[in-house]
């Protein structure tokens, strides 16, 4: 089994300085790295989908890297439209895996029982995302190097529609020509995103798009046509993707937060699953 943790939309800056005037986004990430280590089976890898940071500033990648410094497994970031390349080389450069040379922030990860590709959407300037000719050219070679292996895809902006009006504009553009290049590949298990700042699933290009939740503040679930962007501050969370060869890749939404519990079942005697009242036992596990 592999376990992978995606991040995503951490939007962090500078220490002290709340993103939006309201969301103190590093005490949050903080608390997602927490959340991560607490986990029953500790991750794999930990991918982090984009929007790192709020402004691409070097001293918001260098805090990004502090957050991120208590997680001892593997941490893989791709840019996010708010990110700027030349500073996540700056900083992130050393780890190993991103390219230095060349335009893009693309990479494969090939030591894992899946592979991760990790795909660089971001046009500069602009909060759209794009998968160009050179960008897929570049992933079609990837693909055909190893057609049959179970193979991960994330990228920042979704190529697919979220029914987020307002998002859904400055989706990942040119997305029939990436859906062409993933169709007929059995071995695509996800593609995954950040953007959106909510936790999102759609059937597309023959395998399955999703969307983590932010580590921070969510974008209004609001399914109406209209064209202003808001944010809330609902539970923030992070996405937790397990493979195995038998099942593929399972989904599960982690929470971050504080809760109570864990409380055992203690169901009524009229519980009617137990048929015969007298033999009802006191506890159930699930």
């Not at 859904?168 to 997305?175: E, F, G, K, T």
Request: aromatic share 6%.
């Amino acid at each position: 089994m592999t376990l992978i943790a995606q991040i995503t939309d951490m939007h962090i800056r500078p220490s002290g300085k709340k993103a939006y005037g309201l969301v103190d986004t590093e005490s949050m990430l903080r608390a997602a790295v927490a959340s991560i280590l607490a986990q029953p089976k500790k991750p794999d890898a930990v991918i982090a989908t984009g929007d790192l940071t709020d402004c691409g500033l070097v001293e918001e990648y260098e805090l990004l890297r502090d957050c991120l410094r208590p997680l001892p497994m593997p941490v893989y970031l791709i840019p996010g439209n708010h990110d700027r390349r030349e500073n996540m080389r700056l900083v992130f450069g050393g780890d190993g895996y991103l390219p230095m040379n060349g335009e893009f922030l693309h990479y494969t990860v090939e030591d894992l029982p899946m592979r991760l590709i990790g795909l660089d959407t971001v046009v500069p300037g602009k909060g759209h995302g794009e998968m160009d000719a050179l960008r897929l050219a570049w992933l079609k070679a990837r693909l055909d190097e190893q057609p049959d292996r179970p193979t991960f895809i994330f990228m920042h902006h979704p190529p697919f529609p979220t029914g987020l009006q307002h998002m859904d504009s400055i989706n990942c553009r040119n997305a029939s020509a990436l859906a062409a290049i993933l169709k007929g590949r059995e071995n695509i298990e996800r593609v995954v995103c950040g953007h959106h700042h909510r936790s999102i699933q759609i059937r597309w290009a023959g395998t399955i798009g999703s969307v983590a939740p932010s580590v921070a503040h969510q974008v209004v679930l609001d399914l109406m046509p209209h064209d202003d962007a808001t944010f809330t501050l609902e539970p923030p969370g992070y996405h937790l993707h397990l493979w195995a060869p038998e099942s593929g890749v399972i989904t599960h939404t982690a929470f971050i937060g504080d809760f109570s519990g864990p409380h055992p079942f203690l169901l009524d005697p009229d519980y009617p699953a137990f048929g015969d009242k007298d033999a009802a036992p006191a506890t159930h596990k699930a």
